[in-house]
């Protein structure tokens, strides 16, 4: 059974930092990429980065660009989303799922706050 499990979320104020992490357990993702995504109260879920396995491609929405650094794992099979001046506009549920794009699995989610 393949899970993706998040953590790393909570409440931080603006320009505060967040760690966000993804295990990966029941397959490996090698070879494939992963993304992570959020979902603000209110509005459609949308894409925030995304990270091919072992090659090192990257890929950000224009919002976090320059604030926001994905990266991986491969021995622990987990992906990362370092979140850095973080603004209350980035409050969401951060998901992550893979392989990206289809997104076959999901993750729970992690809650991140950022207050003003």
């Known amino acids: 059974q393949v899970r993706l499990v998040e953590s790393g979320g909570g409440l931080v104020q603006a320009g505060g930092s967040l760690r966000l992490s993804c295990a990966a357990s029941?397959?490996?993702?090698?070879?494939?990429?992963m993304g992570w995504f959020r979902q603000a109260p209110g509005k459609e879920r949308e894409f925030v980065a995304a990270?091919?396995?072992?090659?090192?491609?990257?890929s950000y929405a224009d919002s976090v660009k320059g604030r926001f650094t994905i990266s991986r794992d491969n021995a622990k099979n987990t992906m990362y989303l370092q979140m850095n001046s973080l603004k209350p506009e980035d409050t969401a549920v951060y998901y992550c799922?893979?392989?990206?794009?289809?997104?076959?699995?999901w993750g729970q989610g992690t809650q991140v706050t950022v207050s003003s």
């Open positions: 029941g397959r490996t993702f090698s070879g494939y990429a």
């Open positions: 990270i091919r396995w072992n090659e090192g491609w990257t």
């Open positions: 799922a893979g392989p990206y794009p289809g997104n076959n699995y």
